[in-house]
């Protein structure tokens, strides 16, 4: 089985892409800012808690992960931040948050997960930049700045470790139900969104995918928003 680190692994998709994960035998290494969130998952599984966008927080994550796993075969960042409100009124201090925790953990996190990967020849970097890193929305721009830029970010890193044995992989997720939506003042249909469950299939299905294959790209989207 694989060992992997998963990030954000508190709630959302991070905590049932862990828990099925978990069951099925991985070996793995959770984060989040909460311990005892981590904790409250009840899983078979290290637990470090920490805040990516701190300095050296990200070296220590992944350094950890390799001690403890005895290398890194996977990781898959879903820690990330969300604003909807639009440009007029959003200020320096909450684009830069979302830029900090969005963009720059994202940067520093892929930076040595596949520094280590690339050491070992193998390895597999999963991100979740979800739709809003591919298409525009109004009343959006600060957290679709973020997202844009971890594409662009990951589809740099891709070319850069060509031939290295390491493999990337992007989520562009339609509107996924998941606790993400509670903190939003934003009118939406959650039973019309992509399950959780359905979100963590995809995941899976390009963990599981054999390692001279990668899934580049993984678009799925609510029907009503269909090659938005």
């Known amino acids: 089985m694989s060992r992997i680190l998963i990030t954000g692994a508190s709630s959302g998709i991070g905590a049932a892409l862990a828990a099925r994960l978990s069951a099925r035998g991985d070996s793995l290494f959770l984060t989040g800012r909460s311990l005892q969130k981590l904790e409250h998952l009840g899983l078979e599984a290290a637990l470090h808690a920490c805040d990516l966008t701190h300095p050296g927080a990200a070296d220590k994550?992944?350094?950890?992960?390799?001690?403890?796993?005895?290398?890194?075969?996977?990781?898959?960042?879903?820690?990330?931040?969300?604003?909807?409100?639009?440009?007029?009124?959003?200020?320096?201090?909450e684009f830069t948050h979302v830029m900090n925790v969005n963009t720059r953990a994202t940067f520093l996190l892929a930076r040595e997960a596949c520094k280590a990967m690339a050491t070992a020849k193998k390895g597999l970097f999963l991100t979740i930049p979800g739709i809003?890193?591919?298409?525009?929305?109004?009343?959006?721009?600060a957290y679709v700045a973020s997202k844009f830029a971890v594409t662009g970010l990951v589809k740099c890193l891709a070319q850069e470790y060509q031939r290295s044995g390491v493999r990337f992989c992007l989520f562009h997720l339609g509107g996924v139900d998941s606790p993400f939506w509670d903190g939003i003042s934003m009118a939406v249909q959650r039973d019309k969104m992509i399950p959780v469950g359905t979100a963590?299939?995809?995941?899976?299905?390009?963990?599981d995918a054999p390692p001279h294959l990668v899934l580049s790209e993984v678009v799925m989207q609510p029907e009503s928003h269909q090659l938005v």
Do not use: F, W, Y
């Open 61 to 93: 994550c992944v350094s950890s992960a390799v001690e403890v796993l005895g290398g890194l075969d996977v990781v898959v960042h879903c820690a990330g931040v969300g604003l909807i409100k639009p440009a007029a009124d959003t200020t320096d201090a």
């Open 132 to 141: 809003l890193g591919k298409a525009p929305m109004r009343n959006a721009s």
């Open 200 to 207: 963590v299939d995809l995941l899976v299905q390009a963990i």
